[in-house]
């Protein structure tokens, strides 16, 4: 898709009113993919547990319903449809959102889920993730930056009791003391270049028989010298010979640059 605009015949009383040319881009990449993915957007179209498609201002957005109603967490729109309120799940701030955007088939999370995350950084996507697993689930989330991970802590895991903050190198799996039981799924973004086989010792760890893995793959933290699609096959083929079934791979443009995601069932 191709963007022009052209400002510079226009009256400085028009060029006021225009909006940031970054904004207007995103929106327009949004609403383009949306519409090539065959997504229809009404103001509450459930995709499954807690995530909606909405209308805010005509425009078709990705949502979670708000766990704190009231509360937002990176300045995302929140957005009150009857009594729920919904928060805009940004994709250019979310590789997940980015994912089901771009066509994820079988979103694992749902209410009442126990999820594993890896790499949970300041809290952008665990939050979407809390807000979709609701008061009956749990998120469990490593981040292994201590000041990265007060971060978390101040603005996402004191206002929700739903997320467990484990700070941690997500290698050091013996050291999750707070992670009680199996768990149903592993969501790993984690900029390592041996990231595919942290996901795989976490999962052998934690992760029930038959569970979803969604792994990340950003193709320039694991070896800038090939191509990312070469990347993308030798990853996948780490997890094929561990035992995983491989259900999807979504490349993750225009939102992220040599990023995919991979779909994986533990078998």
């Not at 547990?49 to 979670?64: F, H, M, Q, R």
């Not at 999370?109 to 996507?125: C, D, E, N, P, R």
């Not at 992670?179 to 996901?199: H, L, N």
Request: charged content about 20%; proline content about 4%; glycine content about 4%.
């Amino acid at each position: 898709m191709l963007i022009i605009l052209l400002t510079k015949d226009l009256p400085k009383s028009k060029l006021s009113t225009l909006r940031p040319l970054a904004v207007l881009v995103k929106e327009l990449i949004i609403n383009d993919i949306i519409k090539t993915n065959g997504g229809t957007c009404v103001e509450k179209d459930v995709l499954t547990d807690n995530i909606s498609w909405i209308t805010v201002d005509g425009k078709e957005k990705l949502a979670t319903k708000n766990y704190v109603p009231g509360n937002n967490v990176y300045g995302e729109h929140l957005q009150l449809l009857g009594t729920v309120e919904f928060r805009v799940w940004d994709p250019f701030r979310s590789k997940l959102s980015a994912s089901i955007i771009n066509g994820l088939a079988n979103i694992p999370f749902h209410a009442g889920s126990s999820v594993l995350y890896l790499g949970s950084s300041t809290g952008t996507t665990p939050s979407h993730v809390s807000d979709i697993v609701d008061k009956s689930g749990l998120l469990f989330c490593v981040e292994i930056s201590s000041r990265v991970a007060r971060d978390f802590i101040d603005n996402v895991a004191t206002l929700r009791d739903n997320v467990i903050p484990i700070i941690e190198d997500a290698r050091n799996i013996h050291a999750y003391t707070s992670i009680f039981r199996k768990i149903d799924s592993v969501y790993c973004d984690i900029a390592q270049p041996d990231q595919t086989d942290i996901a795989i010792k976490n999962c052998r760890r934690f992760l029930n028989l038959g569970g979803q893995l969604l792994l990340v793959i950003k193709s320039r933290s694991i070896d800038v010298t090939k191509s990312p699609q070469q990347i993308y096959k030798e990853e996948i083929s780490k997890l094929e010979s561990n035992n995983f079934s491989i259900n999807q791979m979504i490349n993750l443009h225009p939102f992220d640059k040599d990023h995919a995601l991979v779909s994986a069932i533990m078998n």
